[in-house]
C-alpha cells in the first residue's frame, strides 16, 4: 500500500503535469501582439514584393526559389543576383518607417496588371515607377526616407549581398545534375560580381568614410528628394496649366486669387529647399553623390531599381549646384504668375491650347517665356546674373556631368546660330565668335547632345556584353554615339580587346573629355555672360525683341507657317526659341 | 450633552440613516439644480469652441472670397500677435459618406487643441503627411483602427491616408460630425488642387498675447489687403453661446427653483416628522431637572450631527451622481468644473434646513406644557386650513393676471408657479383627510381602519404633501425634458424633403439643380447668424436669405400674406420676424432694428410678422439681394426641395456635381451633425429628470419610513386589540394607495397649469413658446410615483415587521 505521502506526491505531480500541458497549450495558442501581427504583415506584404518584382521581369522566376529549383534555370546566375539584390532592397522596405498598410498596398499594386508590365521592361519605364508610388500613395517624406536608406544599405550591405550572392552561385553550381546552360549562366555571373568585387565593395576605412557623408547629407538629400519628388507628383514639371485648371478637387473653377495664393505657397516651398540647400548643405551634399556616383556608376549593380537611383543621383550631381538659382528664377517666374491679368491670360491659353496648332502655342509659351525673363531681370541685376553664372561657371569647369546646365543654357541662347546660321563649310556659327569659337561650340553641342545621355547607354550595354546579352557592334554602335572622336579621343585598343577598349574610354577618355570641357567652360560663361549684356542692353537687339515678344496679345487661333512669319522672324532676334526648348527640355515637356 | 445626543441618534439607528439619505439626496438635488446652467453652458462652450480651441481670432474664406489663403508677412508680425495658425478644412467622402479632413502645418496640431490619444502615436503626425487622427467614434464607424489605409474621394482627386492615433471624444473631436480626420495640410492638400503643398489653408487662428485689445486686431486684420474679403470675428462668441446655453437650460433652471425648494421642504417636514416624540422626550427631560439650554444643546447636537452627516454625503452624492451623469450623457472628456461655492450653498441650505426645523419643536414645547401642546398640534391642522384657501385664492388671481396682463406675464408665472406648489403643498394634506373621511364609511375594517389613522395623524398629510408636491416638481421636469427636446427639434420635420448644397459660389445658377431628377425647386440661400438689436434686446438670429425662403417653409403669416410676399420678392429692404419678438420685446412691422452680418452693422426695417417653430423664433427672414446689398455677404448655399426619395436625389445632386466640389446633403442629416452638442443636452436633462425624480421618490420613502417609525406603538396597540396581520397590512396598503390616488390626480392637474406658468416663465429667458403639453407624459411619471408608492407596504415586506408587544 502507498503511504499518504506517496499518495500526496502522486496527486501533486498528476496537478503539476496537468498545470505544465495546460500552460504548454496555452503558450502554443498565445495569440500574437499587435506588434507581431504588424511585423507578420510586413514580412509577407515585403514577400509579395519581392515575388512580384522577379515574377515581373520573368514570368518563370518566383520570389522564393530553392536552391534546387534555381538549377533548373537556364538564366540562374541571373536569376540569384537579380533576387539578391532584390532582397536588400525588401530588407530595406521591411525596415523602413513605411506605414504596414502602405507596403500591402505597394505589394497590391505591384502584383496588378499595370505592375507586372512596368516592371517587364524596367529600364525602359523606368520613370513609370514614380507614377506607381504615387497611384499607391508615397508621400515625398516616403520617398526621401527611402533613397536614403536604400543608399545606406548599398554602401552598408552591399558588399555582405555580393559575397552572399557569389556563395549561393557556387553552392547551386555545387549541385549534382546541374544542367549545362544553368552552370555556365552561374560561372558568368559569378566572374562578374568577383571582378566587380574589387572595385564595388569598400574598404573599410572607404565605407566608414562613405557612410560618414551620407549621414552628413541625410537632410539636404532627403529635402532635395522630396522636392523632386513632390514637384513631379504635383505635375508641376510636367504642366503647370494642367496641375492649376485641370486638376478638378476643391478648388474646381479656380479664382485668379486662388491660383495666386497656391503659387505663393509653392513658392514659398521653393523658398525652403533653398534655404535648406546653403553653402554647407551643398557641399555635404554633392560629396555623398560623388562618392555614390564614383562607387556605384558602372552598372554593376545588376538592380534596376539601384541603376534609376544612381541616375536620378548622377542628375542632382548636375545641376546640384545651380539648384539654389534655380530656385531664385523660379521665384521670380512665380512672381510673374501673380501678376495682374497674366492669370487670366493663361487660363484663356490653358481653354484654347488644345485647339491651337503647335505654331500658334509655341509663339503664346514664348510671349509666356519673355514676360518670366523679363521678370527675371527685374530681379537681378546684370552683375548680378553673370556672377552667378560665373560661380557655377567655376564649380562645373572641370566634370563634364556638372557642365550640362551651362553648356545647355549656352546652346539655348546660341539657338539662332545652331538652327539658322549653320554654315556647311564652316560648321556652326556662334553670335559670339570672339567669345567662342565654332569649334568649342561644337564640343558644347557633343558634350549635352551626345556624349551626356550616350555614355550611360554606353555603360549599361558594357555590363550587358559581359553578361552575354549583347554584341561587340552594339558596343561599337554606341561609343559612336558618344562621338569621342570630336574631342580628339582615339582609342588605341580595337574593339575585340574589349575589355581594354572600353576602360581606355572610361579612364583615358573622359579625362580628356574633362580637359576639353574645362577649356570650353570659360568661353561658354563668357558667352552667357555677353548674351546677359545684350540682355540688358537699352536698345540693344535682343532686348527690344524680348519687349516686343513680351508685349504681344495671345495668338489665339492656329496660325499657318505664311500667317506666323512675322511672329517667328521676330522670335528668332531674341534668344526666346532657345530657352523655350530649354525650359520644355527640364520640365519633360 | 453630545453623549446624550448621540444616544438618541444611535437609539434609532434606522432613522437616523434615513434622515441623513434624506438630507444627502436633497443636498445633491439643490447642488444639481445650482449646477446644472453652468454645466450646459460649460459643454457648450467647449462645444462651440472643440474648432477654435485656445485662440482669439478665426480668419475664414467664404462664399463671396476665395476659397483659400495663407499666412501673409504682415499677419505673423502684427502687434499682439502670439501665434498664428493655418488650418485646411475640406468634406470628402469615405465610402460614400462625408467626412471633414482638417489639417495642420507640421508641429501645429496640437497649438489649439490637445489630443486625448486612446491608442496609438499623435507624434507620427509629424512623421509622415499622410497620416491621420480619427475619433473613437469615427474608427467604430468606419471599422478603422491603428495602421487603417482609408482611401478619400473629392471631386476627382483621391488620397490615401493611414490611421496613426485614435482618440477620445475631446478637443477636435468634441465637434465629430461629420467624423473629423485631423492631419497635415501637406497631405490634405492633394484633394485641394493638384498640388501637394504646405501653408496653403481655408481658415487661420490667430492666439493674442495677454493684454491684447482683441476687437482691436480684428479691426486691424479685417484691413489688411490678404483678408479684406474674409470674415475675421472672434473666436469664440461668447454672447451667443450664453444665448445657446440659457435657452437649453432655462425649462430646467425654471424647474430647478422648484426642486430646490422641494428640497428645502422635504428636509423640514423630515425633522419634524418625529415632533411628538420629541416633545415627549423633552417633558421627560425637564421632569429629571434639565434646563432648557442643556435641552436645546441635546437636540441641537442630534440635529447637527445628522444635518452635517447629511450635507456632507450629500455634498460627495452631488458631485459624484453629477458629474457621473454629466460625463455619461454630455463628454466624458470635458474635465466640468465642480463650484465650490454652489456645493457649499447646497450644503448649508441642507445644514440650515436640518438644524433650524429640528428647532421648531424644541421652541414649540418651551413655550407651554405637554397638553397645552398637544391642543397647538390641533391648531396647526387648522392653520393649514386656513393656509390653504389663502394659497389657493392668492394662486387664482395670480393665474388670471398672468394670462390677461400680457406685460405681466412672464413675472407673474414666477409668482403663479411658487403659489400653485404652496397651494399644492397646503390642500393636499386638506384634501387626504377630506377625502378619507367618506371613504372611511366603508364596510371593511381595513380601510375604516386606515382613514380613521389618516384624519387622525398628522404624519400622512406630510407624507401626501411630499409626494404629491415631488410628484407634481418630477412631472415639471420630464415637461422641461420634453419641451426642450420638441422645442429644439419638432420644427425638423418641415426640412424632411429638403436638401442643402453647400460651398456654393454666390454666383451659381439654380436652374441647373432643378434638371436634377426628383428636384422639385432649387434657390440660392444665405444661411447664417446675425445679431438683431434693438434698445431691449440684443438676439443671435439664424437668417434664411432668400426671396424664396416662405416656399421652403411652411410659414404662418402674421402680417398678411399679401403685404409679405410681394416685398419679400421684390427684395425690398426688410426683415421679417418671428411673433415671438412682438410677444417679448414688442417689435411691430414697421420698427427699425440693427441687424448685424460678419460684423457689419445696417438699420433694417421689420416688414410683417411671421410665425413658425422655427429655430425657437429666432430666425429672420430676408431676401439674398438685401443681404448683399447692405451686408457683402452673397448666397453660400442653394436649399433644394425634393419629392419623393430624398437619398435618391442627395445622390443625383452629387453626381451631376461631381466635377463642382459641391456638399450636398439632406437637411436632416446636416441638422443631425448640427444638434449633436444639443441632443447631449436633452440627454442631460432627461437623466437630471430620471435621477432628480429617483432622488424625491427616495426621500418621500425615507420620509414615510420616518414617519411610520413613530407609529409603531399604535400599530402594537392595533394587533393587541385582534387586528390580524394581514387586515394591518391591507390597511397600510390603503393609505399608501390613498395618498398615492390624491397626490396623482391632483398633480396631473396641476401639472398642464404648472406648464403653461413655465412657458411663460421662459419669457425671462427670452424665448417665447405657444402652450405645450405632453399629458402623457406627466400621466406615466405620475403613475409610476404613485404606483410605487402604493405597492411600498408590499415591497418593503412591512408585515415583516408586525410583532404582538405590549404597549
Known sequence: MKSAFQKIASALLAVLVVVACAGALFACHKKPSAAERDRQERVQSVATVKHAFLNGIKSEWQGSFENGQIAALDDAGEYVVTAGWTQLVCDTLLESDLQTAKLKALATAMSSEDGQSLIKNFSANAELLITLVRQVGFTPTDISNLVYELMYALVDKGGSTIDAMIARMNEIRGIAGIGVKPYSNLGIYIGNLN?????????????????????????????????????????????????????????????????????????????????????????????????????????????????????????????????????????????????????????EIADISESLNETSNGINESIITAKILLEVMNTYTQSELKGIISAAGDRSANDFQKSVPLFALDIALNIKSVLYDFDEDTGLLAAHPDIIDNESLGDILSTVLFLNPYLEKLKQRYFDYTVGKAELSDLLFIANLCSFESYDIRNPYSVQETALW???????????????????????????????????????????????????????????????????????????????????????? | ???????????????????????????????????????????IYSTETCVSGNSDIVIATNSSSDRITQVTEPLKNASGVEFVCPSLTLYALLDGEYVQIRGFDK?????????????????????????????????????????????????????????????????????????????????????????????ICNEIYVKAADGTDIDGLVKAISEMDAYSSMLVRRSGDGGYIKEQANSLSAPVVLAGAAVFMLGIAVIVLLFMMSEKEKISLISKYAVIG??????????????????????????????????????????????????????????????????????????????????????????????????????????????????????????????????????????????????????????????????????????????????GVGMTVAMLLFMAWSMTTGIFTDYLADFENMVFVTNVQSTVDTSDFETVNGVEFATKIVWKQGELANGDFNKTMNILGSKNALNLVDFEFITPKEEVLPSLSEDKPYIFVDIALKELYGVDKGDTLVLTIDGKSRELTVGGLLKHRLF??????????????????????????????????????????????????????????????????????????????????????????????????????????????????????????????????????????LTACLIHALRLFGLYFEFMYEAWVAAVVGLAMGGAYALMPVALNYKKGYTIKKA
Open chain 1, 195 to 347: 571582378s566587380a568585387k574589387s572595385t564595388y565593395i569598400p574598404s573599410a576605412s572607404e565605407r566608414e568614410q562613405m557612410l560618414t557623408a551620407f549621414t552628413n547629407a541625410k537632410q539636404p538629400l532627403n529635402e532635395l528628394t522630396a522636392f523632386a519628388y513632390n514637384t513631379s507628383v504635383t505635375g508641376i514639371s510636367d504642366n503647370m496649366l494642367d496641375a492649376l485648371f485641370g486638376g478638378g478637387g476643391a478648388l474646381e473653377n479656380i479664382t485668379d486669387g486662388e491660383i495666386a495664393t497656391l503659387v505663393d505657397t509653392l513658392l514659398l516651398n521653393i523658398a525652403d529647399l533653398k534655404d535648406a540647400l546653403d553653402a554647407p548643405s551643398l557641399a555635404k551634399l554633392n560629396l555623398a553623390l560623388d562618392l555614390i556616383i564614383k562607387k556605384f556608376d558602372d552598372d554593376t549593380i545588376n538592380s534596376a531599381l539601384y541603376s534609376q537611383i544612381v541616375r536620378y543621383a548622377k542628375y542632382a550631381y548636375s545641376i546640384v549646384d545651380v539648384i539654389p538659382v534655380i530656385c531664385d528664377i523660379v521665384t521670380a517666374a512665380g512672381n510673374v504668375v501673380k501678376s495682374d491679368g497674366f492669370v487670366a491670360d493663361m487660363r
Open chain 1, 502 to 589: 572600353y576602360e581606355y574610354y572610361m579612364t583615358e577618355g573622359l579625362r580628356k573629355v574633362n580637359l576639353v570641357v574645362a577649356e570650353c567652360m570659360a568661353k561658354a560663361t563668357a558667352d552667357i555672360n555677353e548674351f546677359i549684356s545684350e540682355f540688358y542692353e537699352d536698345g540693344g537687339e535682343i532686348r527690344n525683341s524680348l519687349l516686343t515678344v513680351a508685349n504681344w496679345q495671345f495668338v489665339k487661333v492656329s496660325l499657318s507657317e505664311q500667317e506666323a512669319k512675322p511672329y517667328t522672324d521676330e522670335l528668332i532676334k531674341s534668344a526666346l526659341p532657345g530657352i523655350v526648348a530649354l525650359l520644355g527640355f527640364v520640365t519633360g515637356e
Open chain 2, 1 to 43: 450633552m453630545l453623549k446624550l445626543a448621540l444616544r438618541n441618534i444611535l437609539s434609532k439607528p434606522f432613522r437616523a440613516a434615513a434622515t441623513v439619505l434624506a438630507v444627502a439626496v436633497s443636498v445633491a438635488m439643490i447642488f444639481a439644480m445650482l449646477s446644472f446652467g453652468g454645466a450646459v453652458y460649460e459643454y
Open chain 2, 107 to 199: 508641429g501645429e496640431s496640437q497649438l489649439l487643441q490637445k489630443f486625448d490619444i486612446l491608442r496609438g502615436d499623435a507624434d507620427e503626425l509629424d512623421v509622415n503627411s499622410d497620416n491621420i487622427v480619427i475619433s473613437a467614434d469615427a474608427a467604430e464607424r468606419f471599422g478603422l483602427d491603428v495602421g487603417a489605409r482609408i482611401e478619400l474621394k473629392l471631386d476627382r482627386q483621391t488620397a490615401y491616408f493611414y490611421v496613426c492615433a485614435v482618440a477620445d471624444k475631446s478637443g477636435y473631436f468634441l465637434g465629430d460630425a461629420p467624423f473629423l480626420f485631423v492631419g497635415r495640410i501637406e497631405g490634405i492638400s492633394h484633394l485641394l488642387a493638384n498640388v501637394t503643398t504646405r501653408r
Open chain 2, 290 to 467: 434639565a434646563t432648557r439650554k442643556q435641552i436645546a444643546a441635546i437636540f441641537i447636537a442630534e440635529s447637527a450631527t445628522l444635518a452635517l452627516l447629511g450635507s456632507l454625503i450629500g455634498c460627495g452624492l452631488a458631485v459624484g451622481v453629477f458629474v457621473g451623469i454629466l460625463k455619461a450623457t454630455l463628454s466624458p472628456s470635458i474635465a466640468f468644473g465642480i463650484s465650490a461655492w454652489r456645493l457649499i450653498v447646497a450644503a448649508l441650505v441642507g445644514f440650515i434646513s436640518a438644524v433650524g426645523s429640528s428647532l421648531l419643536p424644541i421652541l414649540r414645547s418651551f413655550r407651554g406644557t405637554i397638553r397645552q401642546n398637544q391642543i397647538d398640534a390641533g391648531k396647526r391642522t387648522r392653520v393649514l386650513k386656513i393656509l390653504f384657501p389663502i394659497f389657493a385664492a392668492l394662486t387664482v388671481i395670480s393665474v388670471i393676471v398672468e394670462f390677461t396682463v400680457s406685460s405681466a406675464t412672464a413675472a407673474m408665472s414666477v409668482v403663479s408657479l411658487a403659489l400653485t406648489f404652496a397651494t399644492l403643498g397646503t390642500g393636499l394634506p386638506c384634501a387626504l383627510k377630506a377625502s378619507a373621511k367618506p371613504v372611511g364609511k366603508v364596510a371593511s375594517p381595513a380601510v375604516r381602519t386606515a382613514c380613521v389613522n389618516i384624519v387622525r395623524d398628522g404624519r400622512f398629510a406630510r407624507f401626501a404633501a411630499i409626494l
Open chain 2, 616 to 753: 425657437s423664433g429666432n430666425y429672420i427672414v430676408m431676401s439674398e439681394k438685401v443681404i448683399r446689398d447692405s451686408f457683402a455677404v452673397g448666397a453660400d448655399t442653394v436649399a433644394v426641395t425634393v419629392h419623393g426619395d430624398v437619398a435618391g436625389a442627395v445622390s443625383a445632386l452629387r453626381e451631376k456635381f461631381a466635377d463642382k466640389n459641391y456638399y450636398v446633403v439632406d437637411v436632416l442629416t446636416a441638422y443631425k451633425w448640427d444638434m449633436q452638442s444639443t441632443n447631449a443636452v436633452f440627454d442631460l436633462i432627461g437623466t437630471l429628470a430620471v435621477v432628480v425624480t429617483l432622488f424625491i421618490f427616495a426621500v418621500t420613502v425615507a420620509a414615510t419610513l420616518i414617519g411610520r417609525g413613530s407609529a409603531r406603538r399604535q400599530r402594537n396597540a392595533l394587533l393587541n386589540a385582534g387586528m390580524s396581520k394581514r387586515a394591518l397590512l391591507r390597511s397600510e396598503i390603503f393609505e399608501h394607495s390613498l395618498i398615492a390616488a390624491l397626490s396623482f390626480v391632483i398633480s396631473f392637474a396641476a401639472s398642464a397649469l
